[in-house]
């Protein structure tokens, strides 16, 4: 029973048996009903020597197609510096549980700690937790959070220009938790604030939720949306895209209640859908209904500056049925790699990040539309890196004939309309070589 | 390590005009005014201005302060603290999945889906289950989505008044809070002297009110539920549908399958069981295993083989929705996928017998020093109600504590709730008697040290990078942001 990961020799087996008073390992499963014994080997894959299992991924690998991406639809392909890699590889860092024994996680609860002043600091709130999943379903939970602060009410109203799978995860939870999600209609590509007007009118709402970016990468403008919540005693809670809000207005200035969204933008390998990093943050009012875990700064016995997991009596393991989330993991080392990503660039960094997002996306919709087979599907709307055209061959026929070029040309949203997404990553020649394609249609 | 020297935080080693992170210039025109003003950030964004050697340093003098599985033994119990193996992080950061984009059409991404499916099918087979949803980001989401596809089951059968889920007073905390948010009641079964589910207190409550049995077996005593045929028996017969919390399936590895034991729905906590590491509290990833006649509910999007061998995405009609972004934490899928291979069927089967081993090993060598509540064969794990001799007054916190200075990380302490001084270890099959042995040894030396100088127990740990935390002084004045 030899194997690199199991240590133990058949006289260990032996001397461990004789501790336990037992002849074979077996007899330590006696209480195992007969009839659920498992006999024999599971159907699975013979061992693999470590060899063997790197070229098992390496040919799973070549099944998969290397891509210039111009896709976004909420996650971004950024370049990641090196220095957050092997941070973020470090197997104290890697290896730890929660930190739950504050005198040998100080490194953990440090950077948590760092974590959560990045996040106050990129969206304005006042207390962020530690990480939730992904942005997706740091939605959803803000949509239980503004149930739990109603008390009564039981609605939420999510804007039609959330992504689709957004608003798909929370109708979900709210499904399930019995919550009345109503949907915002859309006007010309924004939220239509007089309908919301309307709904608010009718009651029973406990939360607002809208996007900036929205679906089609515009940035919307929320005037006057907090105060029409707060007549409503509803939260007003923004779904954002991380990176963005280092030039746009915050979800603080714009009075949002509650700021959530996925932080993948933050230099977060694409690696199909995962691990990203959903962010959490509202305002200090709110501190005591917010999910996750939360570290706070206090003192040791010597006097010491030192970090703690902190407010624990909101959360599953003291209170069980009547905590504010179950969520118990989270994205913990997600939250380093951020910190870290953020450390390196700095504010200048994300800035210049997402200037150059934005000169590539007006240039590439500029080439598009210049090639009379599309169009802007909202032209007078403001967008950062990301656009929305309308094209006259199917979207689908582009997508299929940009990936024989190597190009993954953006995502369709339905027949005739689809994103498109560009950031520090694509060249000129890149963006060239896609008007090419869709000049050719 | 020197904690005096660097111990700041990030925010202050910042000076202006520093930068750990450039990107080329594009040379494309410059757009001016895109953004309106009014929707412009209007508080300057303040964010650390820091060289690139400054981070590393400071982050990995910052590691140096941390524990983990690399660093010593971790003997957490219902944490399954294996070694994670060095391979999985060389696979998972492979560059021909790294960049892969979620909405990529699937023709390009048939390595991917491949990956997805193949991981799927081997947690079925060795869950005893017909098919595993992998999109579950954590163990606590794997509860939510399995009890969300437990509630779509009854509403499938047009049974609507299933609104209450059972659970064992010894069950982790996150079953009670997953089902408040599955929107289900929570109705508390207790637990017999031997800590096992007294089936006599749970007969009468199966009513048709019940929509599900939450168990996890063996349980958070480590005990295996020797009773569940008859306890699954009793909850089908009520209609109602038997959930496994795979918690603790570490120890079952090769030994029963929870689809065997009569189990109706699973999750699995890849994080534990399949070595995958904790990161300091995630990513983890929590599969949803589901019985045959179930498969439909899970949520989407789902994996499917074609005929022709290729690999393709679904929606299915009947599905319980949409609970991630996409199809999980991928990363974390990979590296146990890599384990799955890298053990294979030969060794996979051994992992439990020698995780149930080494913690029988423990127990027996420290039962005469500490409190054993429950005398047998335990499974992976074990709880000691503190030591035996209480006129010291030494708890089970000071015994975590005094842990520490001997280079180990604590047990899990004060959980579960059924013992108020409730010391729980699991050792995991990666470590070798070696470790155990220094490991007793230390455990007999605190009990020793327990008589001899209870106030030195008491107030330690006394060789820590840091000493004992003011956590009353967190909750009363939080600040939870440097300013």
Redesign the interface.
Known sequence: ?S??????TQA??D???R????SR?????????E????KG????????S?R???E????????????V?F?G???Y?H?T?A?V???I????????????????????L??I??Y???M???T?MD??N??M?????ATAEAM?MSVAHARKRNRVLVSATMRQ?VT??V???A????VTVDIIPEKDGVTDADALAGMLAEGNVAGVIVAQRNRYGI?E?Y?GFSEKCKGAKALFIMNCVASD??????P??WGADVAVG?AQSLGI????????LGFMCCTNAL?RKLPG??????????G?????L????R?????????T??????????A?FV???????????????NR?G???A??LARQLTSTGKTTLTFPDK???NEFCITTTAPASEI??KA?EQGI?AG?ALDEHRMTIAVT?L???EDMDRLTEIVKAL | MN?EFY?K???ELSKPG??????????????DG???A?????????????D?PT??R???N??????????GF?P?GS?T?K???K?N???S?????????????E??????L??YYELQ??LS??G?MAEFTLNP?????G??TG??VI?AYHAGRGDDARVKVIVPDSA???N????????LD?VEVKSRPDGTVDVDDLRPLLDGTVAAVMMTNPNTLG??E?N??EIAKLVHDAGALLYYDGANLNPML????PG??GFDVMHI?L?KTF?T????????AGPVGVRAGLEQYL?YPKVVKNADGTYSLVTDGES?????????????E?RAL?Y????????????G??A???A??IK??LKDKYLLPIE??C?HEFVFDGLIDKSTGVTTLNI??RL?DYGY??P?IY?PLLFHESLMIEPT?????DTLDDFIEVMRKIADEAATDPEMVKSA?HN????????T???LH?????E
């Open positions: 029973m194997h690199r990961y199991l240590p133990h260990d087996i001397r461990m048996l501790r336990c008073g037992v390992i077996e007899d330590l499963y006696s209480d195992v009903p009839q659920l014994l498992f080997e599971y159907d699975i894959p013979s061992e693999m470590e063997q299992v790197r098992f991924f390496n040919t799973l690998g070549d099944a998969n197609r290397q891509l991406c896709a639809n909420g996650f392909d370049d510096p220095a890699s092997y941070v590889s470090r197997s104290e860092f890697l290896t730890a549980y929660t930190p739950y024994q504050p005198e040998i996680s100080q490194g953990t440090q950077y700690f760092e959560q002043t990045m106050c600091r990129l304005g207390v962020s530690a990480s999943y992904d942005g997706t379903t239980m799978g798909d995860v109708a979900t939870y499904r399930y938790h019995g940035i403008d005037t809000l280092a030039v746009l207005k915050t603080a200035e996925d390998p694409l690696s199909y859908g995962g691990p990203y501190i875990r939360i570290v706070g700064k206090t003192v040791d016995n010597d010491r500056r030192v970090f703690v902190t407010l624990q009596a959360e599953q393991h003291i209170r069980r049925e009547k905590a989330s179950n969520i118990c993991s989270n994205q913990g080392l997600m380093l910190t870290v990503y953020m450390s390196l660039a700095g504010a200048e960094g994300l800035r210049e990040i150059q934005e000169k590539g007006h240039y403001p967008f950062l997508i299929t990936l993954l995502v520090e694509q060249s000129k | 904690r111990g935080l990030i925010f520093r930068r750990g992170f450039h990107v080329a210039d594009n040379r494309l025109p410059e757009v895109a953004i309106p009014n929707l412009q950030r209007e508080q300057p964004l303040q964010l650390p201005e820091v690139e981070v590393v400071h982050y990995t910052m590691s140096n302060n941390n524990f983990g599985v690399d660093t971790y957490l944490c603290m070694y994670n193996p391979i992080e060389e696979v950061s492979h560059h021909a999945f790294r960049n892969l984009h979620p909405d990529t059409p023709m390009a991404v048939q390595g991917a491949k990956m099918r081997a087979e060795i005893g980001y954590a163990g606590a989401h509860e939510l009890l969300m509630r982790h905390g996150t009670p809070a997953s089902a408040a948010v599955a929107g929570i005990i295996f020797k569940i045929p090769g030994v029963a399958r065997d034991m906590n994080h070595s590491p904790h990161g300091g509290g995630g990513p983890g949520p319980l929705g949409k609970i991630s972004s996409h199809l999980g934490n991928f990363g974390v990979m890599a799955i291979l890298s053990l294979g069927k030969e060794n996979i089967g051994n992992v017998p020698l149930t081993l080494g029988n090993y027996e060598s047998g064969v499974k975590a504590k520490l990380h604590a899990t959980f099959e990666t470590e070798s008697v740990p820590t990078p840091v000493s004992r935390p003011d956590d002084e967190a909750a939080p600040v939870v942001k440097y």
